[in-house]
């Protein structure tokens, strides 16, 4: 009986040490395979004011003669609130909004007002589609490919960038 109480206190010592060797071992690992990103509150708040942005723009652009506005203009036509003119120091839910027209064309932006409000920067043109914001595509040849959905008559363009569906 000793002995059998023995063993058991034996097995109990080897599967506490396995256990813990496993957690030391996936703690370890665990920077080598990052987790995915999930969006915080103010990604979602900043993807959601982009959009805001754009429905303001089309509104401006069939109000004013075929032109994009800024943001100063869309304020001013009263199609945002103030507050999308925000600082580093104010920031719009935490990030900061710019739009740059050219013509026929706008970019509008929202980066974040620092690490701590957010990861990422994101970005929409006139195809109302918000991608994550990169320098490199941030060109005016951001357009690389064309897609043709199934069954729809014309193609569109199409960013090479990450679409962010919340």
Do not use: W
Not at 25 to 52: C, D, G, I, Q, Y
Not at 58 to 87: E, H, K, M
Not at 129 to 137: A, D, G, I, K, P
């Amino acid at each position: 009986m000793e002995r059998a109480l023995q063993l058991v206190v034996e097995l109990l010592q080897v599967v506490v040490a396995a256990t813990i060797g496993l957690v030391v071992l996936v703690m370890f690992l665990s920077p080598f395979f990052p987790r995915p990103h999930r969006p915080n509150s103010n990604e979602h708040a900043a993807v959601a004011n982009l959009r805001t942005i754009n429905t303001a723009e089309v509104t401006y652009l069939s109000s004013s003669g075929g032109n994009f506005g800024d943001l100063p203009a869309l304020v001013a036509a009263g199609l945002l609130d103030d507050t999308f003119i925000g600082t580093a120091t104010h920031p719009k839910a935490g990030y900061i909004y710019n739009i740059t027209t050219t013509g026929s064309d706008y970019t509008a932006t929202a980066d974040p007002a620092s690490t701590n409000t957010g990861r990422f920067g994101y970005c929409s043109h006139p195809d109302a589609v918000c991608s994550l914001f990169n320098e490199r595509f941030a060109s005016s040849s951001r357009s690389v490919r064309t897609i043709r959905p199934v069954g729809a008559s014309s193609s569109f363009q199409f960013t090479q960038q990450f679409v962010i569906t919340l």
